[in-house]
T-cell receptor
Framework: AQKITQTQPGMFVQEKEAVTLDCTYDTSDQSYGLFWYKQPSSGEMIFLIYQGSYDEQNATEGRYSLNFQKARKSANLVISASQLGDSAMYFCAMRYYGQNFVFGPGTRLSVLP | DAGVIQSPRHEVTEMGQEVTLRCKPISGHNSLFWYRQTMMRGLELLIYFNNNVPIDDSGMPEDRFSAKMPNASFSTLKIQPSEPRDSAVYFC?????????????FGSGTRLTVV
């Protein structure tokens, strides 16, 4: 069965510094999509960034980038210049063709002033 | 686009009562998902629909839970009778079916408390 692992239950980062949130996945499929979602304390799930398994370049969206290493089956989220508003839960997820998502357990990020 | 709309945002009910959660997906999205989120179990998929047809309801905890999608713009999740262990945040999400690049758009969730 496909599985997403996020080994960091909680992370701290100083404001304005960069932080990497780890995500590894387990699949035998060749075609899949990787996603990161942010869940602030208000509870909503916010889409951040997407990486396709055949994409050669790492995805970037503003301060978010995805460090995709296909051979290692990792899809780490990098947040540059952290802001206090980045404090939230972050979920890594994967989707296969025609299938629903598999979510990781999440990492709680706390940005310190 | 108003996004995925869920109602109510908060629901407090007594054990044994019927609870109905509602969801309006994004227009044009043909897949709809109901998730439950708790601290202990994280995000759990309860059921999903493609083109209004239930595809996989293996995540529905027990017969007390039922979900319907009478048309492309509306879905309900019903719990009858409710129990304290049903207390959780229930999310509805919608998406385009199939393509791996299509992410979910989540609603704001319904926080259910059963006392």
């Amino acid at each position: 069965a496909q599985k997403i692992t996020q080994t960091q239950p909680g992370m701290f980062v100083q404001e304005k510094e960069a932080v990497t949130l780890d995500c590894t996945y387990d699949t035998s499929d060749q075609s899949y999509g990787l996603f990161w979602y942010k869940q602030p304390s208000s509870g909503e799930m916010i889409f951040l960034i997407y990486q396709g398994s055949y994409d050669e370049q790492n995805a970037t969206e503003g301060r978010y980038s995805l460090n995709f290493q296909k051979a290692r089956k990792s899809a780490n989220l990098v947040i540059s210049a952290s802001q206090l508003g980045d404090s939230a839960m972050y979920f890594c997820a994967m989707r296969y063709y025609g299938q629903n998502f598999v979510f990781g357990p999440g990492t709680r990020l706390s940005v310190l002033p | 686009d108003a996004g995925v709309i869920q109602s109510p945002r908060h629901e407090v009910t007594e054990m044994g009562q019927e609870v109905t959660l509602r969801c309006k997906p994004i227009s044009g999205h043909n897949s709809l998902f109901w998730y439950r989120q708790t601290m202990m179990r994280g995000l759990e998929l309860l059921i999903y629909f493609n083109n209004n047809v239930p595809i996989d309801d293996s995540g529905m905890p027990e017969d007390r839970f039922s979900a319907k999608m009478p048309n492309a713009s509306f879905s309900t999740l019903k719990i009858q009778p409710s129990e304290p262990r049903d207390s959780a945040v229930y999310f509805c999400a919608s998406s385009q079916q199939g393509a791996r690049s299509y992410g979910y758009t989540f609603g704001s969730g319904t926080r259910l408390t059963v006392v």
